[in-house]
């Protein structure tokens, strides 16, 4: 092989995987001062020149003549002066030889390997410039195509055609995936699995939902308005904290936009996601309050050494803090970092109700302290529990609960 065709080829290779220049001509060199290394066991005394633009190629070896009986005649960069003759005949000893190595010296099947080794570097590279562009996009959002679905995940591509992921846990469990539509996620990671890069995205990071609301809301993008945190239960429930840089601009206002407008697009691109956005404060009641909303709260005690938060509520309002399966108080304990645990006040109608302590010969004491630990402690305040949230939130089994409710229940009945 022709040593242009060999660089015409690279060089057209290169150039369609976006390699710059320098670079390219790196790897050439590398590779053909390998071929001359295994050739002559050293490259110290050669001279390559590489001009891709014309495919043009020239390998120079530099060596000093000395006399035939000279004890050096046999370093890599000496050569008789018989043979330096051979090459023009009025060299003289202690003149410098330079002689041009041509591509077939090398022979057929070194040329050949070196064109493979050439190609694979490329694929080498493209694989690094992928993955370092896309661990320099990790935390922003980018648009894909879709185009297959499998069961544990569904793979896009990007506008390069390079392929992209969304494992199973990281998709909105309503998302519906169709071959050919454009789809927006976030970078989440970028990994090296068996020499090849990687990249997962996610619709279900709170980060995703953070740079949505950059996309949408204008003051949170100029750095008017900063989203202090995020936490969501994909595609049902998320709560956002804002906070204001400037006194003229209410946080909560602009990112809900009039009527709406701003915050239902973003709604919309989570499957209807119900996004409570609260105005973040550094007074810790005032916080849990809000992080709380709707439900109204009477009186909040916070054991900060222990991480828990002791709210009080009337009995109306104790569902409305708690939520739907939990959710509310869950995300609001993980919006302001402590364990929240509701207590239902009591009223004058309500002096009927009966303490749990009143029950230990029936239900055992670690039963009883594993229910005031959660804020209940009379039998009403048990039983107006959904069973699925007070196993979730006393960590009791199925059976000690459904066993806890006959027992109440029955003492009401009598």
Request: glycine share 6%.
């Amino acid at each position: 092989m022709h040593s242009g065709i060999l660089v015409d080829v690279f060089a057209e290779f290169a150039k369609n995987k976006n390699i710059d220049r320098p670079t390219m001509i790196r790897i050439l060199e590398d590779v053909f001062r390998t071929m001359i290394r295994k050739k002559y066991e050293t490259d110290d005394n050669f001279d390559i020149i590489i001009n891709a633009d014309k495919g043009d190629l020239e390998i120079w070896r530099f060596r000093e003549i000395v006399d035939d009986n000279s004890e050096d005649i046999w370093d890599h960069d000496k050569i008789s002066l018989t043979e330096a003759r051979k090459i023009e005949k009025d060299f003289e000893i202690g003149e410098e030889v330079a002689e041009e190595v041509k591509l077939i010296d090398f022979g057929r099947r070194t040329v050949m390997t070196a064109r493979q080794t050439l190609i694979q570097k490329i694929k080498d590279l493209e694989k690094d410039l992928l993955f370092q562009k896309y661990k320099e996009l990790v935390g922003e959002i980018i648009n894909g195509e879709i185009y297959q679905v499998l069961n544990r995940e569904v793979l896009l591509i990007d506008y390069e055609g390079n392929e992209l992921t969304i494992p199973k846990s990281e998709q909105i469990y309503k998302d519906r995936y169709r071959k050919g539509e454009t789809i927006r996620a976030i970078v989440h990671r970028v990994e090296m699995v068996n020499g090849n890069p990687k990249i997962i995205l996610s619709r279900t990071s709170p980060d995703f939902l953070e740079r949505l609301f950059e996309s949408e809301v204008p003051e949170v993008y100029d750095g008017l308005i900063s989203i202090k945190k995020v936490v969501r239960e994909p595609g049902e429930r998320a709560k956002v904290a804002v906070e204001s840089y400037d006194d003229r601009v209410d946080p909560v206002g602009a990112c809900v936009g009039m009527k709406g407008s701003r915050i239902h697009s973003i709604v919309r691109e989570l499957q209807n996601e119900n996004i409570d956005v609260i105005n973040y404060t550094e007074n810790l009641e005032l916080y849990i309050s809000r992080a709380l909303s709707p439900a109204k709260i009477s009186n909040i005690k916070v054991d900060e050494e222990n991480g828990r938060v002791a709210v009080y509520l009337k009995p109306d309002q104790v569902s409305l803090a708690i939520g739907k399966g939990g959710q509310n108080i869950k995300l609001a304990g993980r919006l302001v970092g402590f364990e929240i645990d509701v207590f239902r006040e009591l009223d004058g109608q309500e002096e009927e109700d009966i303490d749990l302590d009143e029950f230990s010969d029936e239900i055992d004491n670690w039963v009883i302290d594993e229910l005031k630990r959660i804020g209940l402690d009379t039998a009403k305040s048990v039983l107006s529990m959904n069973k699925e949230d007070l196993s979730r939130r006393a960590d009791l089994e199925e059976e000690t609960i459904d066993d806890l409710f006959k027992i109440l229940t029955q003492e009401f009945e009598q």
